[in-house]
């Protein structure tokens, strides 16, 4: 090795769309490398823009509030087109039209608490694969009060975007974490990177470790946006079929090349509990699932060992 091909590395964190964002670039030169980084950070800060339900200029925000149909960006359109793929396939686990039942529960807010049962049920009414349609950049709502949500999706894309923006400055090894939206670049120089893979009772504890190079890694779990009451725990993930917190697991953890679709998917499968999560991981080649289900017991797609250490 000579002296100036040493790696250096640059390690950076930001908050953006609602988590700490954190990217770690491994190059022979640092200057390229910290340029690099720079601009990932502003292309996450552009999607959040267009696609965050906080922002209310947002394009996801007045596609809410439009009556009809609203034109969106490309990358809008997108991330919606998969949503609402996805949405199909699990026969509305995942549902980008859940908005509304996801400001009645507001967890992000100072007193979140159970919502009346009627407010729910209002919040369900005409949601579902059905109630978005794509048509070329063009959305169409089926009724006026739709409001929409990527928040199961769109941090995936983020990333995704990251390490495309990392990838054309020239850089060959890296790592974007979106607090448990991850994707790498590369290895770690010549070697796997390894991904510790948050135990969702455990705090700080690893469930296990995952050796991976050039794929994505997303957790869901029901530990990091709840409240409790009654001794019950509410987290951010819907059961649509329900109104209420999804039940049937405590963290699921996807593997898959796009950190979008292991996003989306990884809702989904939270969703759908182990059974049916694991048919429809079986439906997407390459893509393996962990699921930690409610009792705590494992259940893991065939290919998941192999990347276990
Ligand atoms: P995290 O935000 O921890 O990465 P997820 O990717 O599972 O977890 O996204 C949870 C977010 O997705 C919620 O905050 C909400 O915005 C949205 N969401 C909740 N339930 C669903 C669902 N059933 N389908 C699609 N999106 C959902
Ligand atoms: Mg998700
Ligand atoms: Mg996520």
């Not at 022979?28 to 906080?54: G, N």
């Not at 919606?80 to 807010?109: C, H, N, Q, V």
């Not at 079986?282 to 276990?308: K, R, T, Y």
């Amino acid at each position: 090795l000579r002296g100036d091909a040493r790696e250096q590395q640059v390690r950076q964190s930001r908050i953006l769309m609602g988590t700490v964002v954190e990217i770690n670039v491994l190059d022979q030169d640092a200057r390229r490398a910290q340029a690099a980084v720079e601009a990932a950070f502003a292309e996450m800060a552009r999607i959040e823009e267009l696609m965050s339900v906080q922002r209310p200029d947002s394009e996801v925000a007045r596609l809410g509030r439009a009556e009809q149909s609203l034109a969106v960006s490309t990358e809008t359109a997108e991330v919606l087109a998969l949503g609402l793929e996805i949405a199909r396939r699990s026969a509305g686990a995942f549902d980008p039209s859940l908005g509304r039942l996801k400001a009645l529960w507001d967890l992000e807010g100072d007193a979140p608490r159970i919502p009346e049962q009627a407010a729910i049920a209002a919040a369900l009414e005409g949601i579902g694969p059905q109630a978005l349609r794509l048509e070329g950049l063009r959305v169409y709502k089926a009724h006026p009060e739709l409001v929409v949500d990527l928040g199961g999706i769109a941090k995936g894309y983020a990333v995704d975007r990251a390490v495309a923006v990392l990838e054309q400055a020239g850089i060959a090894s890296a790592s974007v974490n979106a607090g448990g939206d991850l994707r790498l670049l590369g290895g770690r120089g010549e070697r796997p990177w390894r991904i510790g893979i948050q135990h969702p009772r455990e705090a700080g504890e690893v469930l296990t470790i995952l050796e991976l190079s050039d794929r994505a890694v997303v957790t869901s779990g029901d530990y990091e946006r709840y409240f409790e009451q009654d001794g019950r725990r509410y987290h951010h993930i819907f059961d649509p079929r329900t109104g209420f917190p999804a039940d049937a697991v405590q963290s699921v953890t996807l593997v898959a090349d796009s950190a979008m679709l292991a996003d989306a998917l990884a809702t989904a499968v939270f969703v759908l509990g182990p059974r049916q999560g694991l048919d429809l991981v079986g439906e997407f080649p390459g893509v393996e699932v962990l699921i930690v289900d409610a009792a705590g017991a494992l259940h893991a797609s065939a290919g998941m060992a192999e990347l276990q250490r």
